[in-house]
T-cell receptor
């Protein structure tokens, strides 16, 4: 039990499909994150939400659209993705503030056909 | 741009051997965190170090933060097959507070 749950665990979609990734945390944290993990590359921070407001968008293409309806839930809406978007998408949560550890979900393995 | 370089990127050793993984940068970080990630799972925090020169021990794992807070090392004594995984270092940016991750070190410990 990680405290951070991501669904689905695996997703295969075509370039014209629309799908959503879901993340839920039960740790009482007030910050949530989306990361992209590709082989042999550092974890790439995509979006940060703090107190349900987006505080960071790391030049992510508009085909990725995040949503944070409350402090426990985070979504990543996907549309017209490209093959290079195939990766492991990780959600994390933490308390606000410097040096706070992040708690990760087990990720969604996304494959774009 | 703050970057963290991890070395080696891949390490395959026999059970019982010792090893050290390095995490280096030209930038100063407010903290350094180490995570371990097993296949099919997300990263799990092992330790956070915040003071230059700080040393923390977690059973057979020893973590050190450099005096200048620009580098860190992870030393494993008498490695076990259960230590197999991807080890990630992450620095807390002094400017933004967000985490900057290294590219990871894949460790394989053979029985």
């Amino acid at each position: 039990e990680t405290g951070v749950t991501q669904t689905p665990r695996h997703l295969v979609m075509g370039m014209t499909n629309k799908k959503s990734l879901k993340c839920e945390q039960h740790l009482g944290h007030n910050a949530m994150y989306w990361y992209k993990q590709s082989a042999k590359k550092p974890l790439e921070l995509m979006f940060v939400y703090s107190l349900e407001e987006r505080v960071e968008n790391n030049s992510v293409p508009s085909r990725f659209s995040p949503e944070c309806p409350n402090s426990s839930h985070l979504f990543l809406h996907l549309h017209t993705l490209q093959p290079e978007d195939s990766a492991l998408y990780l959600c994390a949560s933490s308390q606000n503030g410097r040096n706070q550890p992040q708690h990760f979900g087990d990720g969604t393995r996304l494959s774009i056909l | 741009t703050q970057l963290l370089e991890q070395s080696p990127q891949f390490l395959s050793i026999q059970e019982g051997e010792n090893l050290t993984v390095y995490c280096n940068s030209s930038s100063v970080f407010s903290s350094l965190q180490w995570y371990r990630q097993e296949p099919g799972e997300g990263p799990v925090l092992l330790v956070t170090v915040v003071t230059g020169g700080e040393v923390k021990k977690l059973k057979r794992l020893t973590f050190q933060f450099g005096d200048a807070r620009k580098d860190s090392s992870l030393h494993i004594t008498a490695a076990q097959p259960g230590d197999t995984g991807l080890y990630l270092c992450a620095g807390g940016s002094s400017n933004t507070g967000k985490l900057i991750f290294g590219q990871g070190t894949t460790l394989q410990v053979k029985p």
